[in-house]
């Protein structure tokens, strides 16, 4: 691949290639160029977004202006180390070739918002402690396109056969670790939980009742999605029953 042509916006899109760092010097321009493990190509349109699904947004990649007709074949240090600081962000964007999710924000990823009907809840079981059940809510891409998210999703336990609301909705926990990820259709990211046995309360404190499964708000959604999972939930919602984590890579 040549050096990219210079478009009027200023975002190219990114994917890794498997060719070797070389210099090329534009004989007519003068601006020195590098070919790193990446493949950049102009993306137009208003809203910047990829022309390929596999790249990253890059904003004004080419830093260096041109300049009169060199002499010789030449860079001067100062070009040649803008060049470089510009190829050196690009191959750190290209993240997303080969699958891999960038932990970015959404207005570097170049994707919509998951909505609701992008994302498939489900649960997980992983393990057991002295009145604790631990597990995951799952939240896979079954959308044919990607999309970001991230932070937390609306958890509660349902029950009575009616989808009503069994309890105190989840606490979210672990706030420093909130990050906003980008997937790709069939990827998921997880939102670990440690529920409290209800059996750790007495009945008077508990008003025990029996839950039909999950209420799940995938991030920024109206609508939700309902798991089914048996437990023994709390009706009394002072009591708290389910921690939970924000959504984290597998």
């Known amino acids: 691949m040549g050096t990219p042509e210079r478009t009027e916006g200023p975002c190219y899109a990114v994917r890794r290639t498997t060719r070797k760092t070389t210099q ?5 321009s003068g601006i020195a160029t590098e070919r ?8 137009t349109g208003n809203r910047c977004r990829p022309t390929s699904r596999q790249g990253v947004l890059i904003m004004s990649v080419l830093t260096s202006q041109p300049t009169s007709r060199p002499t010789s ?6 070009t040649s180390r803008q060049v470089r600081r510009a190829a050196a962000a690009a191959a750190g964007l290209a993240l997303t070739a080969g ?24 649960y997980r079981h992983s393990d057991d402690g002295a009145g604790h059940r631990y597990g995951f809510i799952v939240l896979r891409n079954t959308s044919g396109h990607a999309c970001h998210t991230g932070g937390y999703g ?3 336990y349902v029950g009575d056969g009616d989808g009503t609301q069994i309890g105190a909705p989840a606490v979210r926990t672990d706030t420093a670790a909130v990050a906003t990820y980008v997937l790709t ?3 998921r990211l997880r939102s670990p939980l440690d529920e409290v046995r209800a059996g750790t309360y007495s009945k008077k404190r508990c008003r025990p009742a029996h839950v039909d499964g999950f209420r799940v708000y995938v991030p920024n959604a109206t609508k ?27």
């Open 36 to 43: 790193l493990l990446v493949i950049v190509s102009p993306v």
């Open 185 to 187: 259709p069939g990827q």
């Open 24 to 28: 090329v010097t534009d004989r007519t």
């Open 99 to 122: 699958g891999l999710v960038a932990a970015l924000p959404a207005t570097a990823s170049g994707t919509p918002a998951c909505t609701n009907a992008d994302l498939t809840a489900s």
């Open 154 to 156: 609306g958890i509660s």
């Open 224 to 250: 939700a999605q309902y798991v089914a999972r048996a437990r023994t939930g709390c009706r009394n919602h002072h009591v708290k029953l389910i921690f939970q984590k924000p959504l984290r890579r597998p």
């Open 73 to 78: 074949r030449s860079t001067s240090p100062s």
